[in-house]
């Protein structure tokens, strides 16, 4: 088999079943589908990430795939009535080109904007990212991974040089002597996850969690510290002043493999484990004990997820556990350093090929004059030609049809209605625009509100790879074609792009009509139209995508040229950096160097500073958010599942019983969530596990029960992740 091959079938399966991957989140847990005359099941694999197992979302992945509710036409607003109708998809493309190009000679470029997803594979990824910086020349392109990865990611560069979620196996975990989770509960975010902690409690190994919630994950923990929501990064301080206290910072490791550390000293001296104590809630045992473990355990891993993550000071955060890592000597050890749990299917990938708006492809700055020749050699285009850097999501969102914000938007994967924070101020933005156009399998919130919806392929309809929260790229299979009247969304960015060129106006020719190298055979005379043109340089083959994509990231941090279909196929997935098919590929990182310029891990001194919006007589309560078992991000897919509907059909409100005694409320009452941003209203669901200082509610939810209609967008100045996990609320009975 080649680049070039379709679907591959594993020795040992019928044509009728394929080897492929979960849709949801990072764990990308292997699966085999089947499919007869009854429909697609879902049957568990062998994989070393899953180890066979696979959760309630997984199991019923398939039943999406027949759903009555999934569109299989294209949908097109009717001006006089308001109405989505169906449409052509001549009809269609041809009112978004229309669309564009009203837009864009009007206002300019750069008013287009496109928003992606971190559910899409790394081919597309990179198409849209190429498509919008090349199709449509717009710098304006981010992703709903900023809501995610974004803090970690910018965290892992300025102390690494590079950004992988795990710089080691996911198997690691499981032979920790001590595991440290900071704002992580793997048992309901991803299930199978959990046989690695078993392992590790199995062998002896000690489990602490953090989390101002007792979790599922928290419920299997040794030892689980309780901080008020946004005081992680003191807890951190806290552990790093007494692991210098009692002689446990690995002084050597500091001295050979890191600089910076001074001023981290100096700066932790302040955090005696009493002040911590005040601030956080932590009593100063639960940090010593903490502390000793970390400091005297032999293999020592430390976790950060969104708890830790989704905060206005996020980056400092997750910086704050990094060097605590570092002055343990944990990174590059065998068995041991620090790493990120990746939320979203393609949250790695999705963020290292160019959907960022800072990114080029191979996980370069677009700022950087080298990173943009040798993309632009790539493409075909000349680097001047490339749009420099857009803006972080919200910013993006919040700035949609204002004066001087994009005045039309593509929306590929992602469904900012629900996902977003302060969701009905954007929710406004979208209606404000004069063109939205959304791809997307079923009609969720925000694709409710375009002018434009095409349908497009699902995870069992399309080839491609995914990159998993270990940096190992996988194989993503088709088991049949999409639909009738069902397209891949590299088959609507191929078409828009070529319509496009062949609506450009004379005077405005293309950059550059030399067809990208190696997508095809070189095109004769007759192929040099502008429409074909444009369909080579956007091919909608995913294996030729992927073939380009390893040649735009070759030399960059995050390198995939090594990697072809043959090689993921023949070895259970490749970790990058991979640079060469007959080389390595990397599993773990940082055994001998960093990837900084002299190969040394970089400590940066960070404080603990109030979150953005502190409580007050009016809002006097803690809110946060966050997942459960049975539901994935927005739910726009899994909310149409019937037995995950079952399992959790609504949002709620969780509350410790002496607040809600408090306030009057009864387990099961309707309650209101009110912030200075907006309200939601939901059950009460009261319990012992949460302080009483704080309430939390689920994402997951549209409508009167969305979370994020309360939420705070502050963001951080760094990595532009909004203030998902703490804003101030009141609470009262509906």
């Not at 950096?577 to 990837?595: H, M, N, Q, V």
Request: charged fraction near 20%.
């Amino acid at each position: 088999m080649t680049d070039g091959a379709r679907s591959a079938t594993p020795p040992g399966l019928t044509p009728r079943e394929v080897a492929t991957h979960c849709p949801y989140c990072a764990l990308q847990c292997g699966m085999t589908l089947r499919a007869d005359d009854t429909g697609v099941t879902v049957h568990p694999r062998q994989f070393p990430t899953n180890r066979g197992g696979l959760c309630q979302k997984g199991w019923t992945a398939a039943e999406l795939l027949d759903h009555p509710d999934r569109l299989t036409t294209p949908l097109v607003r009717d001006a006089a009535t308001g109405d989505l109708h169906p449409a052509s998809w001549d009809t269609a493309l041809d009112r978004v080109v229309a669309g564009i190009r009203a837009v864009q000679d009007d206002a300019g470029r750069d008013a287009v904007a496109v928003f992606g997803g971190g559910g899409l594979t790394n081919e597309k990824a990179y198409a849209l990212g190429k498509f919008a910086r090349i199709g449509l020349r717009t710098r304006h392109i981010d992703y709903n991974g900023r809501f995610c990865m974004s803090s970690a990611a910018a965290a892992g560069m300025r102390a690494f040089g590079i950004d992988r979620g795990l710089p080691f196996p996911l198997a690691d975990l499981g032979r920790a002597d001590t595991l440290l989770l900071v704002g992580a509960n793997p048992a309901e975010t991803m299930p199978p996850l959990v046989r690695w902690l078993t392992d590790q409690r199995r062998n002896g190994g000690k489990l602490i969690v953090v989390d101002p919630r007792v979790t599922a994950t928290a419920r299997q923990a040794d030892l689980h510290l309780q901080p008020l929501p946004g005081t992680d990064l003191a807890v951190a301080n806290a552990l790093l002043h007494i692991a210098l206290t009692e002689g446990w910072v690995d002084r050597a490791y500091v001295a050979d493999r890191t600089t910076g550390f001074d001023a981290v000293r100096r700066g932790v001296a302040a955090w005696w484990p009493a002040r911590a104590e005040q601030l956080c809630g932590v009593p100063v045992a639960d940090l010593e004990a903490t502390a000793r473990a970390l400091g005297t355990g032999g293999r020592v891993i430390i976790l950060t997820a969104r708890g830790a993550e989704q905060h206005a000071k996020g980056v400092d955060t997750v910086t704050a556990y990094v060097n605590l890592a570092l002055a343990l000597g944990l990174p590059g050890r065998d068995g041991s350093g620090y790493g990120c749990l990746t939320g979203q299917g393609n949250g790695q990938g999705g963020r290292e090929h160019g959907q960022k708006a800072d990114q080029l492809p191979g996980y370069r700055r677009i700022d950087d004059p080298a990173a943009r020749e040798h993309v632009a050699g790539v493409w075909g285009v000349p680097a001047d030609d490339l749009p420099g850097p857009g803006v972080p999501a919200y910013k993006l969102l919040d700035s949609l049809g204002t004066p001087g914000g994009p005045r039309a938007l593509l929306v590929f994967g992602s469904n900012p209605v629900v996902s977003a924070p302060r969701a009905a101020r954007i929710e406004g933005r979208l209606r404000d625009l004069d063109l939205l156009v959304v791809a997307d399998l079923l009609l969720s919130e925000t694709a409710a509100l375009a002018d434009v919806v095409l349908p497009t392929a699902q995870w069992a309809e399309e080839d491609g790879t995914m990159t998993n929260l270990e940096g190992r790229v996988l194989r993503r299979r088709a088991l049949r074609p999409p639909p009738p009247g069902v397209r891949t969304d590299l088959a609507i960015i191929s078409e828009l792009a070529a319509r496009l060129v062949a609506t450009e106006a004379p005077t405005a020719p293309p950059a550059d009509n030399t067809p990208a190298p190696a997508a095809s055979a070189s095109p004769g005379p007759a192929d040099t139209r502008p429409e074909v043109v444009a369909g080579a340089r956007f091919p909608a083959d995913p294996a030729v995508v992927f073939a380009e994509l390893r040649r735009a990231s070759a030399g960059g941090a995050a390198d995939y040229a090594g990697i072809s279909w043959d090689r993921i196929d023949a070895d259970d997935g490749v970790y990058w950096p991979c640079a060469t098919e007959d080389g390595p590929d990397t599993p773990r990182l940082f055994a001998k160097s960093f990837a900084t310029p002299d190969g040394r891990a970089r400590f940066h001194a960070v404080d603990h500073r109030p979150a953005a919006e502190e409580v007050c007589a009016t809002y006097p309560l803690h809110f946060t958010t966050g997942r459960v078992l049975a539901q994935y991000q927005s739910g726009t897919q899994t909310r149409r599942v019937a037995a995950l509907r079952r399992a959790a059909p609504e949002a709620f409100v969780e509350l410790h019983p002496d607040l809600a005694t408090r306030l009057g409320i009864d387990d099961g009452d309707p309650v209101r969530v009110t912030s200075r941003r907006g309200e939601f209203r939901a059950p009460a669901r009261l319990s012992a596990g949460i302080r009483p200082d704080t309430v939390f509610a689920p994402f997951h939810y549209a409508g009167a029960g969305r979370a994020n209609s309360v939420t705070n967008d502050a963001v951080d100045p760094i990595s532009g992740m909004p203030e998902f996990k703490i804003c101030a609320v009141r609470v009262e009975k509906a």
